[in-house]
């Protein structure tokens, strides 16, 4: 059986890092992964957040405002559902924020 390259450097991704343990470009693929087959009459009342917005406003404080004046001039509540993929201490965790008001309108 012939394997395709995508499908090859898809392989070498998802079987690199420990076993049992994700890695950053494993919680990426995965996160992207879960945002592509979402349908788009859902994809349209959610939000993703990338994760390296947390990555700089707790190391580079140089970044910080930037970090803050996006989240101001977006306003992440105008949707139902929020994706909040976080690492903090190499665990990395996938926080789904359900804004009830969204749900209500």
Known sequence: MRTTRSSSMKNR???SGEIGKLN????MYY???????LPEKIRVCCV???????????????ERNGVIE???RFDIFLKKYV????CISNH??????VILEATLR
Request: proline share 7%.
């Open 70 to 72: 996006w989240f101001g």
């Open 24 to 27: 950053d470009p494993q919680a």
């Open 83 to 86: 994706f909040f993929p976080l």
């Open 31 to 37: 996160m992207r992964r879960l945002w592509s087959v």
């Open 92 to 97: 990395w965790t996938l926080v789904v924020y």
């Open 13 to 15: 991704l998802l079987d």
């Open 48 to 62: 993703y957040i990338d994760p390296a917005w947390m990555f700089k406003f707790r190391t580079q404080l140089s």
